[in-house]
């Protein structure tokens, strides 16, 4: 048993435990990789980009030249009749082409809707960019969940193991003297109580794999977890909070959305007062007819022509009045959005700040319990030696040193996913941010359980 605890220690404080040989770990930076070609809703955010981006070339060419071109061809039956006298049939066909080119010169309404379609392609950018965000984001969260389950179903299973330790010595111990009932007992008690904890965070590393697994679609038996010598929150608690929210207000996903959405609707209302304003067109083309009428059979004439053409508007019954109405109202309401947006912004950064600090704090008091663990545990078996401390003691010191172990893992992956959080809040999840947490995962975790169930 000692052996099984040493080998434990040696886990947590950093050594790659074995993974199943010829698989490869799923790195977070796969995970992501993965998930954006698999889970559904970014599909479909991409596949609705794409659809709505098509708004801008269609405005583009409402500023372009129109040309258009018709042909037709008729045959025709002319029956005459002079009074009583009898009449007379007339049997021809008659046709024509013609080619038109119609060149906008000054349309203001075309024009704002390009201006206002290009707002809108930005705002769909920034929409498609806070999707993508969303989804790195929830894998990351599931991802570092999954590891945080992990190491927290590791501690109980270190602590049962230790439990089961410590009753087995003790009904070794009792029939020497060196052990009371009373050890027995509340060994066994504890390691029934931490079977039951241990059935419990089984159940939820469970349930957080099969979460990744369901975004990835892909198997995720084996993750990357930090280093035992990368225990230190570092710059990742040193900025100030002035700072973040400074980023947040400039760079948050949510509020570069909210701007896109106003800059909309501020085009929108130029584009309903352009409605007030003249049209002016070049016009130009060519036809060709033939047998015009039964008075001109089997003559081809060819007419060409150019010139401009100017609307003026004049009345529409309070139809473009009311349209600037509506698009002032609506640019109000996108004003308030982004009010609202940029008030949420400082909210939640306020708050995930505040989490990110109380990390670092976490972290920092599981390191020195850590310390304060392995000194315990090489006290015990010094004690041992010299005689004055049991092998009680020793197992259970070390049990206890291997629990806040895995603690202090739990603990800095709360960390990371904090930071994450933050990042994201502040817009700065992109590549770069993936592989930086690519590198802070590195040591391969076999996922997987059924300690609960073995048997002492």
């Known amino acids: 048993m000692l052996m099984v605890l040493a080998a434990g220690c040696a886990q947590a404080q950093g050594v790659a435990p074995a993974v199943t040989p010829g698989a490869v770990p799923l790195s977070f930076g796969r995970a992501i990789e993965q998930a954006r070609t698999y889970e559904s809703k970014f599909q479909a955010a ?35 009749v002079f009074g009583a006298q009898s009449g007379q049939s007339l049997n021809y066909y008659s046709g024509g082409s013609s080619i038109t080119l119609r060149q906008p010169l000054y349309r203001p309404e075309n024009w704002s809707r390009y201006q206002q379609a290009k707002a809108e392609v930005r705002r769909l950018d920034a929409v498609l960019v806070t999707d993508r965000n969303r989804l790195s984001m ?68 469970a349930d957080a794999r099969r979460q990744l697994e369901k975004m990835v679609g892909v198997p995720a038996s084996e993750l990357l977890a ?20 400074d980023k947040a207000r400039a760079g948050s996903y949510d509020v570069r959305a909210a701007r896109a959405n106003l800059e909309v609707a501020r085009e929108g209302v130029d584009r309903a007062r352009a409605g007030h304003k003249p049209t002016l067109d070049l016009v ?104 004055n401390r049991s092998q009680l003691d020793v197992l259970e010191a070390q049990g206890q040193l291997l629990s806040a172990q895995y603690e202090r893992s739990g603990a800095w992956l709360e960390l990371l996913a904090a930071r994450m959080r933050l990042q994201s809040l502040a817009g700065e999840v992109d590549e770069k941010t993936v592989a930086q947490l690519d590198r802070l995962l590195v040591v391969p975790v076999a996922l997987g359980g059924g300690a609960a169930t073995a048997k002492p």
């Open 138 to 205: 929830e894998v990351a969260g599931a991802y570092l969940e999954a590891l945080r389950a992990h190491a927290e179903y590791k501690s109980h299973e270190a602590q049962l193991k230790s439990f089961r330790a410590q009753a087995a010595a003790a009904d070794r111990a009792l029939p020497l003297g060196l052990a009371s009932t009373t050890d027995r007992d509340q060994a066994r008690a504890r390691a029934e109580l931490a079977t039951l904890r241990l059935l419990q965070a089984e159940g939820k590393a």
């Open 284 to 387: 130009a083309g060519r036809s060709k007819s033939t047998s015009e009428s039964f008075s001109s059979i089997n003559n081809v004439y060819y007419n060409s022509s150019v010139g401009v053409q100017l609307t003026v508007p004049l009345y529409a019954g309070g139809r473009v009045d009311s349209g600037v109405r509506q698009a002032v109202a609506q640019m109000e309401k996108a004003q308030a959005q982004l009010d609202g947006a940029l008030r949420e912004t400082d909210v939640m950064v306020e708050r995930e700040y505040v989490t990110l600090q109380q990390a670092g704090q976490r972290l920092r008091a599981h390191t020195a319990l850590v310390q304060s663990a392995r000194q315990n545990a090489t006290a015990a078996q010094s004690g041992l030696e010299r005689g």
């Open 226 to 245: 930090p280093r035992d010598d990368d225990f230190d929150p570092g710059n990742l608690v040193a900025d100030d909070l002035l700072v973040w929210l």
């Open 46 to 80: 991409q596949a609705s980009y794409r659809a709505e981006s098509e708004i801008l070339p269609q405005a583009r060419g409402a500023l372009l030249p129109e040309v258009s071109a018709t042909a037709n061809r008729t045959y025709n039956r002319l029956d005459a």
